[in-house]
């Protein structure tokens, strides 16, 4: 078990973010994950706690009026990979404006939904989730984010600032 994945376990089992903080938690994960828009709402990882996490979350955040499935992959190398996604527009649509988000163009980071410092470290914390890797600080030390839009990681930069 990698370091990476001892902490995302720890983050997925922390009551801080999955109870009293679990809207900003979870708009971390959203807005971090594979796709963040209309036509797809979805979350790719390796952790599958994490996957179980994510849809839990969608449910009790939002009324969905279909699914969220869960898909595993093989990939290369012979990991195995979690896809959640959000199956209908209409739910997708409903999640998108449940957090501010515009249903055309991009994703993009609205401080109005984080007002407390404790909300941008749930925010984090889902991000970090949702798209990044850690390496073992004994070994090394490497903290990165992987996002899909420049914008969106310059305003995840500005809020770690």
Same mark, same amino acid.
């Given at each position: 078990m990698t370091f990476? *994945?001892?902490v995302?376990?720890e983050?997925c089992h922390?009551k801080?973010?999955t109870? +009293? *903080?679990? +809207?900003?938690?979870l708009y971390?994960?959203?807005?971090?994950?594979k796709s @963040?828009?209309r036509? $797809?709402i $979805?979350? $790719?990882?390796e952790?599958?706690?994490?996957? +179980?996490? *994510? $849809?839990?979350? /969608? @449910?009790?955040?939002?009324?969905i009026k279909t699914s969220?499935t869960?898909?595993?992959?093989?990939?290369g190398g012979?990991?195995l990979?979690? !896809?959640?996604? !959000?199956?209908?527009? #209409?739910?997708?649509?409903r999640v998108?404006t449940? @957090?501010?988000?515009?249903? #055309?163009?991009?994703?993009r980071?609205d401080?109005?939904?984080?007002?407390?410092?404790?909300?941008?470290f749930?925010f !984090?914390?889902?991000? @970090?989730l949702a798209?990044?890797?850690?390496?073992?600080p004994?070994?090394d030390?490497h903290? #990165?984010?992987v996002?899909? %839009?420049?914008?969106l990681?310059? %305003?995840l930069l500005e /809020?770690l600032e």
């Amino acid at each position: 078990m990698t370091f990476a *994945y001892q902490v995302k376990n720890e983050i997925c089992h922390n009551k801080n973010w999955t109870g +009293r *903080y679990a +809207r900003s938690f979870l708009y971390g994960m959203l807005l971090g994950g594979k796709s @963040f828009c209309r036509e $797809s709402i $979805s979350l $790719s990882t390796e952790h599958k706690p994490v996957s +179980r996490l *994510y $849809s839990r979350m /969608l @449910f009790s955040a939002v009324e969905i009026k279909t699914s969220v499935t869960t898909r595993e992959h093989i990939g290369g190398g012979d990991r195995l990979t979690f !896809v959640s996604q !959000v199956d209908a527009q #209409e739910d997708r649509e409903r999640v998108l404006t449940a @957090f501010g988000q515009p249903l #055309e163009g991009p994703a993009r980071l609205d401080r109005q939904q984080l007002p407390r410092p404790e909300d941008c470290f749930a925010f !984090v914390a889902g991000m @970090f989730l949702a798209c990044s890797n850690l390496s073992d600080p004994q070994k090394d030390y490497h903290l #990165e984010f992987v996002l899909s %839009q420049e914008e969106l990681a310059v %305003q995840l930069l500005e /809020l770690l600032e």
